[in-house]
């Protein structure tokens, strides 16, 4: 089997190809700089020479408050961009594996969203990764939808690296403690798609680390595990605000991912901790 890997610069691409390469399948992991996702002609050209047998789409425009600013941009990337994956997919009969959002979601209520739930984004990037997951429903049958939230990872800025930097610079920190959700570490996540990709269980997953906390409770945990002596206080989102709506609600159900048979992420906290120790020993 041979994998494309796209956004190979990113947290989760970069871990991806690092897994694939442990388990020895023969993989590529490509950036901006091997082709401008935008540019249909030169996805198309370069997925078609490569022929591989599965992509897992990483690459996306993230910047959450930017995209407010930015929407053409950032539909251009998180839309049309895999749009053009999927057709280059379809063209040469490829599996694909897009990496969706917990923002696609409305974000309100306290219930666990479900993989089949209405969608209803409430911001520019939430809207621009819910048409990247129509987009590729739309023009295949071999795809892996996979929803992620609250992302960290070795390869890149992160929630969790920010706050301890902040927490060495500072006595005490204010975390909105109205959002609620599940972290998700990348070196956790691309074992799971690295395990699903080479089957043919296709459909729509979600995927994080088990439990749930919210930014405040995840802030706390992170100077408890590194050892920093710095308060965290609660505060709502309504004092924090940002140019982005935020999902205040941001629990989805992993109930599918055992359905299908395979097997759901470790529990949050021990994901942080052996995150804090891998990111401490490299620094």
């Known amino acids: 089997m041979k994998i494309l890997v796209t956004g190979v610069k990113g947290q989760l ?3 991806v190809v690092k897994r694939l390469d442990e ?48 929407a053409e941009v950032c539909e251009a990337v998180n839309r049309f961009g895999t749009r053009n994956v999927a057709n280059a997919c379809r063209d040469i009969d490829a599996k694909m594996i897009y990496i969706s959002t917990d923002y696609v979601f409305e974000g ?8 089949d739930d209405a969608k209803a984004p409430q911001s520019v990037y939430g ?13 295949l049958s071999k795809y892996f939808i996979v929803r992620i939230s609250w992302v960290f ?23 909105v403690a109205d959002q609620i959700g599940s972290p998700t570490y990348t070196l956790d996540l691309a074992r799971l798609l690295c395990d699903m990709v080479v089957t043919e269980k296709y459909g729509i997953y979600h995927a994080t680390n088990e439990g ?20 965290v206080n609660p505060i709502t989102s309504d004092q924090y605000p940002a140019r982005a709506k935020r999902p205040l609600n941001s629990r989805m ?8 048979g395979f097997e759901r992420l470790p529990e949050w906290r021990d994901a942080l901790r052996r995150y804090i120790n891998n990111e401490l020993k490299a620094n």
């Open 127 to 139: 809207l621009t990764k819910s048409q990247g997951e129509d987009e590729v429903t739309a023009l």
């Open 108 to 115: 309100s209520g306290e219930r666990f969203y479900e993989p």
């Open 253 to 260: 159900s992993k109930d599918k991912l055992e359905l299908s």
């Open 153 to 175: 990872g070795l390869n890149g800025a992160n929630f969790v690296k920010t706050m301890m930097r902040l927490g060495a610079e500072r006595e005490s920190l204010n975390v």
């Open 23 to 70: 388990l020895g399948i023969e993989n590529k992991g490509v950036d901006i700089e091997d082709f401008d996702l935008t540019d249909s002609e030169a996805v198309s050209a370069y997925i078609k020479n490569y022929a591989p047998d599965a992509v897992v789409h990483c690459a996306a425009y993230t910047a959450v408050d930017k995209a407010e600013d930015n």
């Open 212 to 231: 749930i906390c919210s930014w405040c409770e995840f802030a706390q945990a992170i100077m408890e595990e590194a050892g920093l002596d710095c308060k």
């Open 13 to 15: 691409g970069y871990d």
